[in-house]
């Protein structure tokens, strides 16, 4: 898009009613939606592959999380020479603290012979607690932002967490299928399709709740449903991200996959997790700055609000 | 700030030397005038309603702000410090106004053509990469001086003051003709009052 074109697109959206949100889906903001999405992912792999006790896992978690969703991160800021300055005030950046606690923790942890040992144990809890601030991190982000009420529904952090997790369960599936019978496959593929039909609920869920949280949730509810992202939501985020990982998973279940298949399943899933977040965090729109004009009031005898 | 809607006649005057004294970039408006429409037909009203930072008391860009660059000051102005704003434009997605920008790369009004030395020098303060919002003019402020849009109304639809004194004039206007704020159900406690049309 050209320098004009941007500027007469921002122009135009300063007067529409309902304004989208294009500061992090737009250009370089799509590596926001990337980042949360690599985020999830590695945290939810080194989740599992704890659970699992699959070595390699654990070292697939820290690089997706570490070059991936933290470089990512990086590449959206405008000023990345700045991000310092993010790590220097935990208590307001819950993913750089969150990134820094999951990787100093898993970092120390895999490194040989420290696994056994109290050291061990206690950079587990470390990383531990780091993956529990990136999960929650990536759902709050947006949670918080009454401006957009799409955004704005207390599920959306779990929506987020059981992507995230899933997400972490594809990885492995797409791992197992390349390296072979590593670890309790059947029981991953179980876990998965658990984490896959309770995903589809909450996400059904949501979007219930979207229908009811006033205007603008509904209209980003119709953008997504029947608008401009209906493609994307219809193709990728069902079809891709909900029908085929249950449908090929409850087969699994039964019969059992082959490998070509269970990397199929992995992937498939994987795409669907991008395209929940890329729909979710595309549909936004702002609230209306004037709906109807309030009454004047009287704020005498009030203490003065500024 | 006080906003009178009865007063303003919707002339972009405010817009316009908003832009000039801070000379920022194109595509950015700290101050802007929407066209609005009240009721429904026949009884149709048509007004101006001039927005701007609205320097909320429960500033969600202050508390979102992963760096400290954004701060709300004693005297109730929020202000973004450029030399620690990371870019990360979290502020933009939680500001129910619409008032701040971001610009990633420097756009000019004639492609190919570069700034003018006008616009180079007034450029010059508005890195790219980084998210800017209206302070009140606070150069002006804290010389004595009204802020920009306010001095330059031709029809004194805007009274700065301190909201906290009440003999000023702002606490009058609020208290002898009741005010509304934008989007109250929101929560942040906006500190621009509107008088209403």
Known sequence: ?306 | MVIDLKRCIGCHACQIVCKAENGTRPGTLWARVLKQELGTFPNVRRFSLPLLCQHCRLAPCVEVCPTGATQKRADGIVTVDPDKCVGCRYCLMVCPFGSRSYQAEEWTYFPGDGDNPYEAIAYAGHPTGIVEKCDFCLSRVERGLQPACVAACPVKARTFGDLHDRQSEVSRLVDERGAFRLREEVGTCPSIFYLSP
């Open chain 1, 1 to 306: 898009m050209s320098s004009i074109d941007a500027l007469d697109q921002r122009l135009q959206d300063l007067m529409l009613p309902y304004r989208p949100q294009r500061e992090w889906i737009e250009g370089r903001g799509l590596l926001v939606v990337v980042a949360h999405f690599f985020s999830g992912i590695g945290a939810g792999v080194w989740l599992f592959s704890l659970a699992l006790d699959y070595d390699a896992g654990l070292i697939i978690g820290i690089v997706v999380t570490a070059v991936l969703a933290g470089g990512a991160h990086l590449a959206f800021l405008g000023r990345w020479q700045r991000f310092w300055r993010m790590i220097l005030r935990p208590h307001s950046s819950w993913v750089s603290l969150g990134i820094a606690l999951f990787l100093a923790g898993a970092i120390l942890y895999v490194l040989p012979g420290v696994r056994d040992t109290t050291f061990g144990s206690a950079m587990l809890v470390v990383s531990i607690l780091g993956v529990a601030l990136v999960l929650l991190h990536k759902g709050f982000v947006y949670l918080v932002s009454k401006a957009i009420p799409f955004w704005n529904i207390s599920l959306l952090p779990f929506l987020y967490i059981a992507y995230a997790l899933r997400g972490g369960a594809a990885v492995l599936l797409v791992a197992a299928a390349a390296a072979g019978e590593v670890f309790d496959i059947d029981l991953l593929e179980a876990i998965k399709l658990w984490v896959v039909v309770s995903s589809a609920v909450l996400l059904l869920l949501y979007l219930a709740l979207a229908n009811n949280a006033g205007p603008a949730a509904k209209r980003s509810l119709q953008e997504l449903v029947a608008g401009r992202l209906s493609p994307a939501f219809y193709a990728g985020t069902i079809f891709l991200g909900l029908v085929i990982p249950i449908v090929l998973g409850a087969i699994g279940s039964t019969t059992g996959l082959w490998r070509g298949l269970l990397a199929f399943v992995g992937l498939s899933s994987l795409a669907g997790d991008f395209f929940v977040q890329y729909c979710i965090v595309k549909a936004g729109i702002y609230l209306p700055i004037v709906g109807e004009l309030p009454p004047a009031r009287s704020y005498r005898g009030r203490p003065r609000l500024f």
